[in-house]
């Protein structure tokens, strides 16, 4: 099946996608790199990069588009009501980033007991090392995708300045904080914000400084859990891949 994702420096939330969607579809999975032909635009924020041929599965916006600004093939969901409000689609739009299905798709051995993570942006790795948090499991977001998967499930509590950290969280029930992007994140909060209109309530940004990780409690840290259907949403997915694999 022809997929979009973004393909740059290594990151486990679009790095993902070629292996999560053939778990969860049970299809073999191929990059599409030229978007003139029918494709899937998978997980990321990417639907800015929406073609007229493309279908979307799960991709959200980094920031606020003008609506309509994006006309796809055809919109299976999005990652949020902040990206839907973009396409200006109707309530039948399915919502969730599709990473909320980790726990169905791929379920993991969540150590209860293991030490405290720290997913940190890409961008950040570097001072998230410097900082040298006594205690805390710094977790690399650039390593292999199921490798990062394993290290967070090896954790009893996660900080996470990744979006994807916190989803992998949440979809474990890995109590988790979220750590605020940095001023220079294109897009800051919008892509928390929208994902957190997914789930039964929100989360309180932290500032990333050694503070925040040495005086939390553990009461702060918290399991938001996604509001719809999660094997409806599966089903969803594995729907719209085998109608295409049939119109081919």
């Not at 309509?68 to 009501?81: D, M, W």
Request: aromatic share 8%; proline share 6%.
């Amino acid at each position: 099946m022809p997929f979009y994702w973004h393909v740059g420096r290594p990151n486990f939330g679009d790095d993902i996608n070629p292996s999560f969607f053939q778990i969860a579809c049970q299809e073999t999975v191929k990059l599409q790199t030229s978007r003139d032909n029918l494709h899937f635009l998978g997980m990321g924020s990417i639907l800015d990069r929406a073609t007229s041929t493309s279908i979307i599965l799960g991709s959200g916006c980094l920031s606020q588009l003008e609506p309509r600004s994006v006309c796809p093939a055809n919109t299976v969901s999005v990652r949020g009501e902040l990206s839907r409000a973009s396409l200006a689609q109707s309530d039948s739009v399915l919502l969730g980033d599709p990473m909320v299905l980790l726990n169905i798709v791929s379920p993991q051995n969540v150590q209860r007991n293991g030490p405290i993570g720290f997913v940190p942006h890409v961008s950040d790795l570097r001072l998230a090392y410097k900082l040298k948090i006594p205690n805390v499991k710094v977790i690399d977001p650039g390593r292999e995708p199921w490798k990062v998967i394993r290290e967070i499930s090896g954790c009893s509590r996660i900080f996470s300045q990744s979006l994807h950290g916190l989803i992998v969280a949440d979809a474990l029930e890995i109590p988790n904080i979220w750590i605020a992007p940095n001023a220079s994140m294109t897009g800051e909060n919008f892509k928390f914000e929208d994902y957190f209109t997914t789930l039964d309530g929100g989360k309180v940004p932290h500032q990333f400084n050694l503070g925040t990780f040495l005086h939390t409690p553990q009461s702060a840290f918290d399991v938001c859990t996604y509001k719809y259907d999660k094997k409806h949403y599966l089903e969803a997915l594995r729907d719209a891949v085998a109608s295409m694999k049939q119109d081919r």
